[in-house]
């Protein structure tokens, strides 16, 4: 009977029970709201830390996540991560004691997330192994690893003329309706990286399903997480869903994988940041974007890369206004990359797809990942475009006269070979050294 009985008792797991006290805090930190002012909720107390997630009790018992994002005369300026409905003068503010943090674990593939890393998808709770903060610090410049390994996107205008390499990181420029979100669903279908992580900031609601099934497929999402925080959320929620994209991708970073960070787009991250700083009492700075703006970007950048394993490489879409790449975000973050993609409308209305103006664009670290065979016909390549636009005038209103100049007739006979070289379909799957034997090909017997 004793026996029996011993058998019955489940085992006693004190490494689980721990772990479980130990994110525990046993003593609530209690404040109360005292003022609403547009996005910004002051409360007085309770003692806290700048970055502390807090709870606030509404007035009918419903629980709104917030952030304490900044103090003002004694008093904890927090900013909502829900909806703020309910909240109201004497609403309990309740400190969490620790930051935000996002559940990590392999359960996360094929997953869709909101930007706290709350399953949205309907196919219950994520399985997770541990907790990833969302704030954290890049890698040490030291232990990054030297990028030598090239990386084949699947996009032979950007595998032939820009090659990408493991830990390298890209912008993806272009005003809105060129082509982006497209050109992103093409490399996470093709790309040879082993996990996908995908961040969708500030986009409509509309576009996420069409993305993920147009774009994405099946094929694209089973070994891919994606982030969703759309655009009539709260403005901290979409800076916390680049934050997650992040957090999740470095997981997968530091279990030795190749990661692909696809970010969609830094310049909706940047104005939820705006809001935030005008909320709190920055000044505007550059056409109105607060000074916080341009300190938050290279922090958020510099966490992708090489580490001492696994490695991510990123490709960040800057939605640039107005066609405008200098303007202040394309600018701070073009100066922080290791290369930018700039797509062209130009091209876009010819129906060049994808619409990348391989002359307005480079990869930084091409020169170290290609063989000098591919160096040479890139260059070749780059030259022959250069020479056909800097004489197209001429050659479109009949000006020019054949004969006139041996660059300008070589121009003229490879131009439609180039450009039909460059086209893709977004089913079509190309590897990267076929790309390479192509490009060969065209710049020896075109």
């Not at 709870?55 to 909502?80: A, D």
Request: hydrophobic share 40%; net charge neutral; charged share 25%.
């Amino acid at each position: 009977m004793g026996e029996l009985r011993k058998q019955q008792i489940p085992s006693f797991n004190a490494d689980r029970y721990q772990k479980i006290l130990e994110r525990v805090d046993p003593i609530r930190r209690l404040g109360q709201v005292d003022k609403v002012v547009g996005l910004t909720i002051e409360a007085v107390g309770p003692p806290t830390f700048l970055g502390e997630a807090c709870i606030l009790r509404t007035l009918s018992g419903e629980e709104v996540l917030g952030e304490v994002v900044g103090f003002r005369e004694g008093k904890v300026l927090l900013l909502p991560l829900d909806e703020m409905e309910g909240i109201g003068p004497s609403s309990e503010v309740i400190a969490l004691g620790k930051k935000l943090e996002v559940p990590v674990g392999d359960g996360l593939l094929g997953r869709v997330l909101d930007g706290l890393g709350r399953p949205i998808d309907h196919k219950g709770a994520v399985k997770k192994e541990k907790y990833y903060p969302l704030l954290a610090s890049p890698p040490n410049p030291l232990t990054r690893s030297r990028i030598k390994t090239p990386l084949a996107l699947g996009v032979k205008a950007i595998d032939a003329l820009l090659t990408c390499g493991k830990g390298q990181r890209l912008g993806i420029f272009s005003g809105s309706g060129v082509g982006k979100s497209t050109l992103l669903g093409m490399i996470a279908r093709h790309s040879s990286a082993d996990v996908n992580v995908i961040g969708l900031i500030g986009e409509r609601g509309r576009e996420v399903k069409e993305f993920m099934e147009k774009d994405l497929g099946p094929e694209g999402l089973s070994r891919s997480v994606v982030v969703v925080a759309t655009s009539d959320q709260p403005a901290l929620v979409r800076i916390k869903g680049a934050y997650t994209a992040t957090a999740i991708a470095e997981y997968f970073r530091d279990t030795g994988a190749n990661v692909m960070l696809m970010m969609d787009s830094i310049t909706r991250f940047a104005l939820a940041q705006r809001e935030v700083g005008l909320a709190v009492g920055e000044p505007p700075a550059t056409r109105g974007y607060t000074p916080s703006v341009f300190a938050l970007i290279p922090k958020l950048l510099e966490r992708s890369g090489t580490a001492n394993k696994g490695s991510i490489t990123a490709l960040y879409t800057v939605l640039v206004e107005g066609d405008d790449m200098n303007e202040p975000v394309a600018d701070t973050v073009r100066g922080t990359l290791d290369g930018h993609i700039v797509l062209s409308r130009a091209l876009a209305h010819e129906n060049h797809y994808p619409a990348i103006d391989v002359l307005a664009s480079v990869s930084r670290l091409m020169i170290d990942l290609a063989a000098s065979e591919h160096l040479e016909s890139a260059a070749a390549l780059r030259e022959i475009l250069a020479v056909y636009k800097a004489n197209e005038d001429l050659i479109n209103i009949g000006a020019y006269v054949a004969g006139s100049n041996p660059r300008v007739d070589l121009a003229i006979k490879m131009y439609p070979l180039i450009m039909r070289f460059l086209r893709q379909d977004v089913h079509e799957s190309i590897s990267l050294e076929q790309t390479v034997a192509e490009l060969l090909k065209l710049m020896t017997e075109g």
